[in-house]
């Protein structure tokens, strides 16, 4: 059986949004003196390769622990992005996905950092989804969850977050800081394993992604 990791490792060089804590660890025991191993981990709920859930934005929005696992996991659509174009929006999506996909690719992951170096501070200018993009795949598709490999899906120049809201408004959970690089992951459909933390009442939380070949057993 063939999976693809397309999480990031969690480290102290892990990059995280501007504010948010840094990934930490401390050693609390060690076989040496106690005779066995523990960790203190400490990091925010979007560190890492992480799921936001509505709750994220929204008041009264669901949590990571009310998202049913069948909305994260099943086929999913990996798609590159235009690496002259930092906006992704609704012409792009429009030219890539068929009528037939609007109607039922239901997991879509955009490989947006495609021939980018990644690089080692936040930039708010990064490869992101557009509004008008957002308001694509709410209105017109049967998406419902959408990744990217930047650490947001926004520009972060707006704090509004209006594009988190369009879609996390319509239940349309948002995978972040994915990684395709590490397992040379190509455009095509596979089926994602996606398994965050089952955090009580969480806005978001890291999370393991995988993708499967499809075909292999």
Known sequence: MKFRDISRILDRDTLVYP?????????RKCIAQDGF???VFTLGSHAGTHLDAPA????????????APERLNGPARVLTTDPAGALIGADFLSQHLS???????????LHACNRRPVSAAFDCHHPSLSLDGAEFLR????????????LSIENGSDRTLPVHRTLLEADIVILESLDFETAQVADGDYELLCAPL???????APCRALLRD????
């Not at 009528?99 to 992951?109: K, P, S």
């Open 56 to 67: 994220h934005v929204l008041p009264a929005g669901a949590t990571i622990d009310g998202i």
């Open 214 to 217: 499809l075909g292999t057993q």
């Open 19 to 27: 504010g948010d804590p840094a990934v930490g660890r401390e050693i």
């Open 37 to 39: 191993a523990m960790e």
């Open 198 to 204: 089952r955090i009580r009442n969480a806005d978001g």
């Open 139 to 150: 209105y017109r598709t049967a998406v419902k969850l959408i990744g990217i490999d930047t």
């Open 99 to 109: 009528e037939q996909d609007r109607r039922t690719v239901e997991r879509l992951l």
